[in-house]
């Protein structure tokens, strides 16, 4: 039985930071963002966006009636999530109306739990066929002002409906993990922004993808002639350039480099607008690529590479299904071009607020454009939402 990625939706914050005016206010020549980084633009969400509003509007935008009255399962993998004990994911299934007999969770592991989500979700479908699981990936990435992060923070979730004869990318059983303890980035309970040995994740990156593409084509006896396209975690798209050339050996034909590359550039075209989505960016790059594609088909095989600081990688693959094409966003780069330009000054303060709480845990928020959800107010340390 074939089982995989039935829909794909996605939705980010309505605001961006141009990373030429961001250079300029750092003191940094913009090349070092646009070519250094490979970055063109950062999703900036405002306090009234979070990862409830952005996986929500995500999922709206694919879920039929018939799929919630037959989905069973709901899973939210974030970094930055939003309560140390309720899951999203029930946010999430509330506002959405999903029929009450599923099982609602979290998924953490800094960028790497939607590949965990999607693993479990495909397990959860082999044994019940007709299951339907909705998998989000959903965070908010905030480094800080003037961190070495900064230019690669973002904002974006990333909705999948994952059941059998999906109509978009078949899941291959050939999953390879690995987890090394590492302290590369890490956010302990009480900081709002993560600890980060820059270099040294790039390192642990670049390194966890050598070790894992090794034991994954050993042990499945493959390399890259069977693949069209390798998508990879984008922390920043220079990065997962990087390692792309790691894994293009010098006995690949110039035919099969050449598609690979192209795809590659595919694959990045919304991240270098979006930045960092943590736990989304393998599977925005998935999206990006689907959409922007030029000469992919039918059968073609796709790689995955996830990785989350920490650190666990895993490597696995899927084939397309025919009439993927049809199952795609026209205007995506339209929408993306519609958000709206920050200033460094009014980024500064939009992306950094912190509700304001009285003595009994309440905050009004208004003023901000969010997609199709909206933070409406804290009411008693209660988040509440509503659809725009
Ligand atoms: N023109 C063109 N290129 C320039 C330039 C200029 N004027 N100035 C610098 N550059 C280039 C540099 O040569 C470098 O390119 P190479 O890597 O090819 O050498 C690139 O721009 C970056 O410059 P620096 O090496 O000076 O590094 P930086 O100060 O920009 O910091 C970083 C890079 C440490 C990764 C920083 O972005 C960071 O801390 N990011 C957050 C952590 C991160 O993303 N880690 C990735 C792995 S961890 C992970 O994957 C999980 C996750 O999502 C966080």
Request: charged share 20%; aromatic share 10%.
């Amino acid at each position: 039985m074939s089982i995989g990625i039935d829909k794909i939706g996605f939705a980010t914050a309505k605001y961006q930071l141009k990373m030429a005016d961001l250079a300029a206010a750092r003191d940094t020549d913009p090349n070092k963002y646009s070519v250094g980084l490979m970055l063109d633009s950062l999703s900036i969400a405002p306090i009234t966006e979070d990862i409830v509003t952005l996986g929500a509007a995500a999922a709206d935008q694919i879920l039929t009636k018939e799929d919630k009255a037959t989905i069973d399962m709901v899973i939210v993998a974030t970094e930055s999530s939003i309560d140390q004990s309720k899951a999203a994911a029930i946010f999430i299934h509330g506002l959405l109306g999903i029929q009450p007999f599923a099982r609602s969770l979290e998924m953490k592991e800094a960028c790497y739990s939607a590949t965990a989500a999607l693993n479990y979700a495909k397990l959860h479908v082999t044994a019940k066929p007709h299951s339907k699981v909705l998998v989000i990936a959903s965070d908010i990435a905030k480094y800080g002002l003037r961190t070495s992060g900064e230019p690669t923070q973002g904002a974006g979730a990333v909705a999948m409906l994952v059941t059998s004869q999906p109509r978009i990318l078949a899941l291959n059983d050939d999953n390879m993990a690995q987890t090394r303890d590492v302290m590369d980035f890490w956010r302990p309970n009480y900081s709002n922004t993560p600890f980060v040995q820059g270099m040294f994740s790039t390192k642990q990156y670049l390194d966890c993808l050598k070790t894992t593409w090794a034991e994954y084509q050993q042990r499945y006896d493959t390399n890259l002639k069977d693949f069209a396209a390798f998508c990879f975690h984008i922390p920043y798209p220079k990065l997962a350039s990087k390692g792309l050339n790691k894994l293009l050996d010098k006995s690949l034909p110039d035919a099969k480099r050449e598609q690979i590359q192209q795809n590659f550039e595919a694959s990045i075209h919304y991240s270098r607008q979006i930045g960092n989505i943590y736990t989304g960016s393998l599977y925005l790059s998935f999206l990006s690529l689907l959409e922007n594609a030029k000469t992919l088909k039918a059968g073609d095989k796709i790689g995955f590479f996830s990785y989350g600081s920490g650190a666990v990688s895993e490597i696995f693959s899927g084939q397309l299904v025919a009439g993927f094409e049809n199952r795609l966003e026209k205007n995506r780069q339209a929408q993306l071009e519609q958000r709206q330009t920050l200033s460094v000054a009014d980024y500064e303060k939009i992306f950094f607020e912190e509700a304001q709480l009285d003595d009994q845990g309440n905050a009004e928020f208004d003023g901000y454009d969010t997609h199709s959800f909206t933070l409406d107010r804290i009411d008693q340390h209660q988040r509440l939402y509503k659809r725009n």
